[in-house]
């Protein structure tokens, strides 16, 4: 006689699991363990579980609000914002609407709202396979550490510089398409205030990955 599978042993065993008490159940689960090898956490699971008989009804939850016409429009602005982020293209939508719309078509009221509504989070979510679909941009030659983040004040999401004293730098790597080898990395550096930034440039050399 072959050997019972757990697929063909779990609806009996789920029936006994549930019409026995804390101490029945907890010898059930050290037999069904040590049968199958599973860890108790994961029987206990399998034998909680319950599918529930597909009803031919429509699966709740939110209806979907933004369509295809909005991803038409947002893809349209953000190609030519330069595939912003959801945090950045979310406040350019508003300043960018009007002259998408002189250029191609007025959009209906229900549209426009809907496209001046959209989050960020939403903007990410709804342009990720568009984002995944574009070619790689911008090639990365620096790694986040946690120790620079907690020994230098650093707020990366600061955006009022009315006051004189705000520094913003990078690093830019010459390196086409590939990082492979040695390649120069210069600084650039940038003084915020209300007047015009004031930017220089200095080279740290060669950089190697």
Not at 167 to 190: I, Y
């Amino acid at each position: 006689m072959s050997r019972a599978t757990p697929a063909e042993l779990l609806p009996v065993l789920r029936e006994r699991y549930g019409r026995r008490g804390r101490e029945a159940r907890s010898r059930l689960l050290d037999d069904f363990c040590e049968q199958f090898g599973y860890s108790r956490k994961h029987a206990i699971k399998m034998l909680r579980a319950r599918r529930p008989a597909p009803s031919g009804r429509p699966r709740p939850g939110p209806v979907r609000v933004y369509d295809a016409d909005v991803l038409r429009v947002t893809k349209a602005l953000w190609l030519a914002s330069d595939q912003l982020c959801g945090k950045r293209l979310a406040p350019a939508l508003a300043l960018w609407l009007p002259f998408y719309e002189a250029r191609e078509v007025p959009l209906p009221v229900r549209l426009r709202r809907k496209v001046l509504a959209i989050s960020p989070a939403t903007l990410d979510r709804l342009l990720a396979p568009e984002r995944a679909a574009q070619p790689r941009r911008g090639l990365c030659g620096t790694k986040p550490g946690s120790l620079l983040r907690t020994q230098i004040p650093i707020h990366n999401e600061a955006w009022d510089v009315s006051q004189p004293g705000w520094l913003e730098a990078d690093t830019v790597a010459h390196c086409g398409s590939s990082l492979a080898g040695d390649l120069p990395a210069p600084s650039g550096a940038a003084l915020r205030a209300k007047a015009p930034p004031f930017g220089c440039l200095a080279p740290l050399g060669s950089s190697g990955a």
